[in-house]
């Protein structure tokens, strides 16, 4: 059975940091994309970040370049979204999520989700 297990979240004032982390276990992740997505009240779910397991290739959202860094854990079979420079504009939930190619960073494109942890960035 797959899991992703997010972990991480919790209140920081704005230009705060907090590192996030998805433990993932069930199969195989090396041939995979990892993703992390975050949605906020009334409004729809947006990527955010991804990186393939197998040559740690990155995509990124524009409104998050330059301050969020995604990396992975071999190893720990894990992967990390370090988020610094934190804005009011970054409260959201956020969810990990794995699919099994190289996309866009759209949601239809990952297969596996996990249950999200809460970010909130206060002003």
């Known amino acids: 059975q797959v899991q992703l297990v997010e972990s991480g979240g919790g209140l920081v004032q704005a230009g705060g940091s907090l590192r996030l982390s998805c433990a993932a276990s069930?199969?195989?992740?090396?041939?995979?994309?990892m993703g992390w997505f975050r949605q906020a009240p009334g409004k729809e779910r947006e990527f955010v970040a991804a990186i393939r397991w197998s040559n740690s290739r990155t995509l990124y959202a524009d409104s998050v370049k330059g301050r969020f860094t995604i990396s992975r854990d071999n190893a720990k079979n894990t992967v990390y979204l370090q988020m610094n420079s934190l804005k009011p504009e970054d409260t959201a939930v956020y969810y990990c999520?794995?699919?099994?190619?190289w996309g866009i960073g759209e949601s239809y494109e990952y297969d596996y989700w996990g249950q999200g942890t809460q970010v909130t960035v206060s002003s």
């Open positions: 999520a794995a699919a099994p190619h």
């Open positions: 069930g199969r195989t992740f090396t041939s995979y994309t």
